[in-house]
């Protein structure tokens, strides 16, 4: 089962969605569902990030999306495999923010829970 985590910009008359995918069957404590999105301390998420506009995926390019993290003492963000697949990596227990960005502009802030294994 593919966890979704939705994400929306809306710039102009323009509505930008982005997307993170499970790549990976994450603890059943883990989710990259809805807020919060909760990570396992030292256990990391792969997810594929994918961007639509109005509804339509649209090609994008990996420089076009960057996700940070606020504390990384807390979480890290490592590349995956793949161009567009990320890793997100549960460092410590404690919460954070995910932040996605779409070329520059701020997409969407989540809460980022790592709990305790």
């Known amino acids: 089962m593919k966890a979704l985590l939705f994400l929306v910009?809306?710039?102009c008359s323009?509505?930008?969605t982005s997307q993170l995918e499970a790549q990976s069957s994450p603890p059943l404590t883990?989710?990259?569902?809805?807020d919060p999105i909760v990570v396992v301390e030292?256990?990391?998420?792969?997810t594929r990030i994918g961007i639509r506009e109005n509804g339509n995926f649209i090609e994008i390019k990996e420089d076009d999306v960057t996700v940070t993290i606020k504390d990384p003492t807390l979480a890290r963000i490592l590349p995956g495999p793949k161009p567009?697949?990320?890793a997100i990596l549960g460092m410590a227990?404690?919460?954070t923010t995910?932040?996605?960005r779409y070329r520059?502009?701020?997409?969407?802030?989540?809460?980022l829970q790592i709990s305790a294994q």
């Open 84 to 86: 567009l697949e990320l």
């Open 98 to 100: 995910l932040q996605v």
């Open 9 to 11: 910009l809306a710039s």
């Open 42 to 46: 030292g256990t990391a998420i792969n």
């Open 30 to 34: 883990a989710s990259v569902e809805g």
């Open 14 to 16: 323009v509505r930008y």
């Open 93 to 95: 227990s404690g919460e």
């Open 104 to 111: 520059g502009d701020v997409v969407e802030e989540k809460t």
